[in-house]
């Protein structure tokens, strides 16, 4: 609901923005085909009191991942001539990539005491927000542009432990450059890479 609410404000803002503004600005929507690579760093510890007792209780894992995926997305801009081309946008993308699942078995102590069992886990990443403004660079059609990302880690497990990991709000920051150039009337393509960088979570 939260991200919902951010989305309708967002544009909220650009309609506001146009109908104030109509005659120095410039309004773009679509749809964007993305291919995106990330790498992970993940930490896990095994509830426990870390004494050696309880089988494997305490236990710390750190693993690294590389995941590459593709995924479509809206995003609506506008633009302002007045303001040397400083365009603000929103970007949405409701299905981004689903995770490689992690199955493990834990087994008790050898005093026969502790959790047991095999332990799944699953997760996708969902609702991936932008909000972003960009920049033109001089006439060429070449652009740069920086914004806010959130999404959402949505979690499905097995856990002979008992516990439960809650879903994560996942946020971060981009920068991006690109070129754009017109298709002829109002229609328009373009190109663009980016780098991101997400804050630390904890589940």
């Given at each position: 609901m939260k991200k919902i609410n951010t989305i309708l404000a967002a544009v909220g803002a650009?309609?506001?923005?146009?109908?104030?503004?109509?005659?120095?600005?410039?309004?773009?929507?679509?749809?964007s085909a993305n291919g995106m690579a990330a790498y992970a760093n993940a930490k896990e510890t095994l509830k426990g009191d870390g004494a050696g007792t309880g089988g494997q209780?305490?236990?710390?894992?750190?693993e690294e991942a590389v995941l590459a995926t593709s995924f479509a997305s809206v995003f609506a801009e506008i633009s302002s001539?007045?303001?040397m081309g400083l365009g603000i946008?929103?970007?949405?993308?409701?299905?981004?990539?689903?995770?490689?699942?992690e199955t493990r078995t834990i087994q008790p102590s050898s005093e026969g005491t502790g959790d047991s069992g095999t332990q799944a886990v699953d997760a996708k990443i969902n609702d991936l927000l932008?909000?972003?403004?960009?920049?033109?660079?001089g006439d060429s059609g070449a652009y740069v542009k920086a914004g806010y990302i959130q999404?959402?880690?949505?979690?499905?497990?097995?856990?002979?432990?008992g516990s439960k990991y809650e879903d994560v709000d996942m946020s971060g920051y981009q920068i991006a450059?690109?070129?754009?150039?017109s298709l002829g009337g109002a229609a328009f393509?373009?190109?663009e890479g980016s780098y991101q960088i997400w804050d630390d979570i904890r589940a």
């Open positions: 650009l309609l506001m923005l146009t109908v104030t503004s109509a005659n120095s600005v410039e309004f773009k929507a679509g749809v209780t305490g236990r710390t894992t750190n001539e007045d303001m946008g929103v970007s949405f993308a409701p299905e981004v990539a689903d995770l490689e699942k932008s909000l972003y403004v960009t920049l033109p660079v999404a959402t880690m949505v979690t499905e497990e097995s856990l002979a432990t450059g690109g070129y754009e150039g393509w373009r190109a």
